[in-house]
Every structure is written in structure tokens, then in C-alpha cells.
């Protein structure tokens, strides 16, 4: 990201304003496994379609998803693959620091002791 103008830094923080919804994320996450319709979506992300409607109107305005039509159905798919390395990276890292997060506090607690032998 060096050099890049204020003008591209701009459509960087769009993009990433788009993926900061977690109802998107969790939409993205669905269409990882294939093309779906509006209502399949909002099922199984347990939100209305008229919402899903809306959210996927933002991430096609962004270049995220793209919708097909099939007889009287519309159909959404992923349109940018690297949005998914994106997120894998981002998952990655996250798991990473909560895993450092753990390892330090398991340093805090205490082994249990062992029983002293008689004499």
C-alpha cells in the first residue's frame, strides 16, 4: 500500500467497509459452497430477505458477488475469489493471536503439585 493516491486509499476503505458487516461475512461464507438464491441465503443465515437483498446489494456495488438469472430465479455467486484468500489470511492471523493469547495465560497458572514423599 505505498504510494497509493488518497482517491485509492478511499475505494480500500470501501471495500473493507463492506466486509466489516458480520451478516456479510456470514453471507459470503454461504456462497462459499455455490450459487444460491436470495431466500436460500437469508435462511441459512437466519436473516430476512428483504436484509440479504439489501447486503448483497453493497457487496455487488463493491465487485464481491454477482447474481445470475435462472428462469424466475436470481442466483448470487462470488465474484471475487481473493475475497476468500482475504479472509483465510485474516482468520489465520486472529487464530494466531488467540493462541499466543493462551499459551501466555497457561504460563500464569499453576501445575498441580505433587504429593511429597514420606521419609
Do not use: K, W
Request: charged residues 20%; positive net charge.
Amino acid at each position: 500500500m505505498t504510494d497509493l493516491p488518497p482517491a485509492a486509499l478511499e475505494q480500500v476503505a470501501h471495500y473493507f467497509r463492506t466486509l466489516s458487516e458480520p451478516t456479510r461475512l456470514r453471507i459470503l461464507n454461504v456462497l462459499g459452497t455455490g450459487e444460491l438464491s436470495v431466500g436460500e441465503i437469508a435462511e441459512q443465515v437466519d436473516s430476512s430477505v428483504a436484509n440479504v437483498s439489501r447486503h448483497l446489494a453493497q457487496m455487488a456495488q463493491h465487485g464481491l458477488v454477482s447474481r445470475a438469472h435462472q428462469g424466475n430465479s436470481v442466483l448470487y455467486r462470488i465474484a471475487d475469489p481473493s475475497v476468500h484468500e482475504l479472509c483465510d489470511l485474516v482468520c489465520g492471523s486472529i487464530a494466531r493471536r488467540f493462541d499466543q493469547a493462551a499459551s501466555a495465560r497457561a504460563a500464569f497458572t499453576r501445575a498441580p503439585r505433587r504429593p511429597r514423599a514420606a521419609r
